[in-house]
Each structure stands twice: as C-alpha cells, then as structure tokens.
C-alpha cells in the first residue's frame, strides 16, 4: 500500500474507487493498494498471532 499516512491496529478500510481506500472513513486520509497477495485464513492468523 502507498500511503503519506500510518495505518494503525484497527483502523478501518473503506474501498473507494481504483484500488484506493480510506482511512477510518476520513475521505482526505487514503492510501492505495499497490501490490495485494493471496493469503489462506491460516496464513492470516499467523500473521496476527502476537509473538509468546
């Protein structure tokens, strides 16, 4: 993603148009996807397990 703007835990993604996205539904705060890759739900969930 291309952003001027740090994405946060739990910030909020609205799809616009064009591959680009709001932040937290601010219209002014938007990044764009530049790359998007193919995860299975378990490759997710171990890239948001918190480290033991």
Request: glycine letters at 2%; hydrophobic letters at 30%; one cysteine or more.
């Amino acid at each position: 993603a291309n952003s001027m703007i740090l994405l946060s835990p739990g910030d909020i993604l609205s799809p616009l148009q064009d591959a680009q996205y709001c932040i937290n539904r601010e219209k002014h705060q938007t990044l764009k996807i530049v790359d998007a890759r193919c995860y299975s739900c378990d490759e997710w969930q171990r890239l948001t397990r918190k480290p033991s």
